[in-house]
């Protein structure tokens, strides 16, 4: 069986700083992974390469073992068409730190907009998945508010459900609870567990440690660029095998 | 001033005024369309273009934006005809007010694409959008409200730059108004009069975009 | 066609065009300098709470931006000293350009003091400070930082405003190109060097108010 | 189709298309129902008869005066009749017909105005402003009558009656025809200062280099002043300068006298 | 002895809704007062108040027995000159959520500011002065230093300091560490914490349950525009009285 992920020797740099320094990284179809690490590690960045928001210099990136971005023959690397790469992000599904929902549309047409334009769905069929969706994250009559007239934590769950609908083979979450109030954050976590529950394989950059400890099959450490540490998330925290991770794990407990 | 004898000259001129606010008005609309048509397409060199084409577009609006209207007029008029393009003088007019107008418009589109956060075109790639729906859908949606004031204004700059068309005897506003005055002498009482029809015609612009702007604003 | 171009008739005028050009600066900037102070007030008055103060001023940004402001010239010049004010024509002409820059600079700073956000008003009032020490040290500078980009568009269309002082005997730029024109009948080629100075002025205000924007610009 | 002369482009066009203002009374102006009129106009319907022997047909394109001689150069129009002062510097620009009149400076007053005349104005030396139209010389013009007098120069013709009527100038120096004109649509309120100088020609304009035309045009405007269309050219000078003329002597031609 | 402040009866409403609906609270030289509460309970408003940043409709404020915005003589209300208000908004320091620095003055400069316009002291001892605070909350080399130049972390110290060195009887923080990225919150708490050391005065909005009760001599539990609860940190926190505490500190421990 092909791994639904699989990252080979990932490098990006930024100018003359190399972010990532080869990332490695294997995700079988229904995993959880929760992505930890201190602040520049080059967490964010990991899951924008994997959903070709930045270009990256080395190494591959498979989704169900399609190469993503490049195409690589004969040892030439060329990046892909556009419209081929709007395809493959279409496979992933991302919500991002500041929702980015479109302010000009309503919850529903927000989550349609992918349905009708990417998958070329009808409006009535595109507009009662919306509904399911919506519904399913607890917005069943919020639908035709615009973002403006939602709370933060309301907003982050139609960002999930924009990108939930498009039946991604794989979400990726970017900090999603931390531009929210403490008392929304429960709301959006909730979602994202009950998704967990329902088998979608998932890579999360969280600081919530309480949260990735409770809902991952595996958690990775980011250090500097690279993949620090690796693995279960019961003996990660309760036994960090690096120093770097014990002191990270030290101070982000305080709260 | 005498304004019954004023009145009776006005009622007796009604007609050319008539035609010079006519003449005004289809020479604004018509330089605001096509300028804003091109304008857009300024706009997304200015923000999305590369290389020799941004660079080259980035001097027309420059150029364009630091010369006095009345030059572009008279170069329409004059320059392109040692060229072989041959207009008349309302055309020739049309075209000057048209380009100036682009290169505002230009701008405005470029600062309205340029305020719209990174993370709305990253949300709509994310969702698989390719670039020419991400600015259908997302992108052109927001910039349009956002520079809706300022092309009002634009708009309203270009009634007033009409003006200087009388300059190679387009018959709009101010050449009928002169018109008029060269017969009667009633030079202040015109001019304004004048100004009260050109405020007229802006007002309602204004008013006209006050309103598009609350039909369109988003609730929050 | 034809058409030689010959320069030398505005070469031997070119003095007159310089002095012209010195005329223009200096009716741009008096009148604008005054018209940043009215705009100023006026911004603060937009803003306000109080209907006495918001209203007038709203009143006179409407009337002023919509009305060409050849009208406001020559009302200014020929109406006001039949109702008593009587200035001389520079001076009517700088006031003039004072009222008008002043509506559209209002609107411009109103932008710009929406901009700056509450909270900092709030952190000065809470160390104490008074209203006018917030407005002076805090809200003012800021603003100005935010309309410094906006504001280079609104200055050379004002400086280009000037060429209309023509119309009331001011020996400006453009009434001086015009009287070569009459004399000469060089009409392209006075127009094209005239308009290469206006271009080149507005290019080095432009230039200026860059740098000028990147000495105020907050390190970060 | 090589060097064919405007005459034959005219004439296959079947109408004359000229240049002139709108602004300008008594030369081109216009009428209560919006028609062209003026001396001007006069001018080119003359030209035009003579071509089809229908004054019709003409079409005017209007120019302001700083189009006059462009307009001619860029071949958008075929001659332009519109109070053209004749200097040597323009007719090495375009070529000139022959004058079709004779215009001096005048100075007008206020008829209640603190200014009695002529004598009263120059005794006043720098304490008088006069209005002028915009021009290089304008200047030495003034000076030339009054020698210490401000001079203040607008852009159009209203513009300089204006500033005397609000009181920014004592005195209009223009043309004498545009004054009287002017003095009898306002009976009563102005006064001539009884004083006239600084001679000048008017002639209309064509394109330098067509012999042909310009010939065409000088003996159409010339047998107007002296020939079978003088009534034409009379009428005109009674209607727009309120003076008849005296029809031309008969016998020896009055140019070689 | 008369109480640092002395709250009576304090109403305040925004338009038709009334935010507080009558609140007591009395505060010793030296105390530490947490006050915690659901999002909407009034507790910013209420610190507002106390700083005059908003007119309140009822009720008295008293710092040092002077009341605060308002003169109440024989029965009728007024409120006080605007320079009086500024001199006595200069009694309390306030520290807020989003830092507030002035952008375009350097971090000395931002302290500086109130000692020189409202304290009238001269350039060089109100730099020094200001020198001697920013060491104390450990920027000692960041003074020259610009807001934008500085973290979130570094940011609200600056903004501590500009606060603290007016001296103020009294400082109010409002959830000063909630727009910080979890590993720059420490940095913010340790200052707090030193400040009560030295026995500053403090009133302090938080959502950090844990530092509540390790820094706070008591803590006070807004609900709906009333004190619902006060005491203790150690009574209130382990044995809460009323069901409403129960509730909201169970939901507030999640992470
Ligand atoms: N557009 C960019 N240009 C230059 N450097 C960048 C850019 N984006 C990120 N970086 C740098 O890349 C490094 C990794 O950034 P990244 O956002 O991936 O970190 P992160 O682990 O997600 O951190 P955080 O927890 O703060 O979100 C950081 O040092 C950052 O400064
Ligand atoms: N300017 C305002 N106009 C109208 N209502 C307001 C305003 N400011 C606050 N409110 C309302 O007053 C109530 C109390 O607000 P306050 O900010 O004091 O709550 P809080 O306890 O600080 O909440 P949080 O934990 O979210 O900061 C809320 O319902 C809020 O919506
Ligand atoms: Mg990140
Ligand atoms: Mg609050």
Redesign the pocket.
Known sequence: MTNLLEIRDLHKR??D?E?LKGVDCAMAQGDVISII?S???????MLRCINMLEDFEGGTIRIDGEEIGYDTAGGRRRRKKEKEIARQRAMTGMAFQQFNLFPHMTAAHNVMLGLVKVKGMGRDEARGLAEKWLDRVGLAERRDRYPGQLSGGQQQRVAIARAIAMNPKLMLFD?VTSALDPELVNEVLQVIKDLAADGMSMLL?THEMRFAYEVSTRVIF?NQGRIGEEGNPREMFVKPQTERLAEFLMNSTFN | MDIAAFLHVLWLARMPILKGVGVTISISALAIVVGTLVGVGVGLVLTYGKGPLRWLVRGYTDFIRGTPVLVLVLASYYVLGTVGVDLGPFEAGVFALAVFCSSHVGEIVRGALQSIPRGQTEAAKAIGLTFPQTFAYVLGPQALRQMLPAWVNTAAEMVKASTLLSIIGVGELLLRTQELISRTFMSLEFYLFAGLLYFVINYGIERFGRYIERKTSVPS | MGYTLNFSAVWRSFDLLLQGLALSLGLAVMGIAIGCVIGLVTAFGLLSKNALLRRPAQLYVTIIRNTPILVLILFAYFALPQMGVRLGKIESFVATLAVYSGAYLAEIFRGGLLAVPRGLKEAGLAIGLRQSQIRNTIVIPLMLRNVLPSLSSTLISLFKDTSLAAAIAVPELTFEARKINVESFRVIETWIITSLLYVATCTVLAALLRRLEKRMSIPR | QENKSKLDEVLARGHLIMGTGSTNAPWHFKSIDDKLQGFDIDMGRIVAKALFNDPGKIEFVIQSSDARIPNITTNKVDLTCQFMTVTGERAQQVAFTIPYYREGVGLMLKADGKYADYAALKAAGSGVTISVLQNVYAESMVHAALPEAKVDQYDSVDLIYQALESGRADAVATDQSSLSWYMQQNPDRYKDAGYGWNPQSYACGVKRGDQDWLNFVDTALHEAMTGVEFDSYAKSFKTWFGKDLEPPQIGFPVEYK
């Open positions: 930024y100018g700083v972010v690490g602040s520049g590690s080059g967490k964010t960045t900090e950059v980011m």
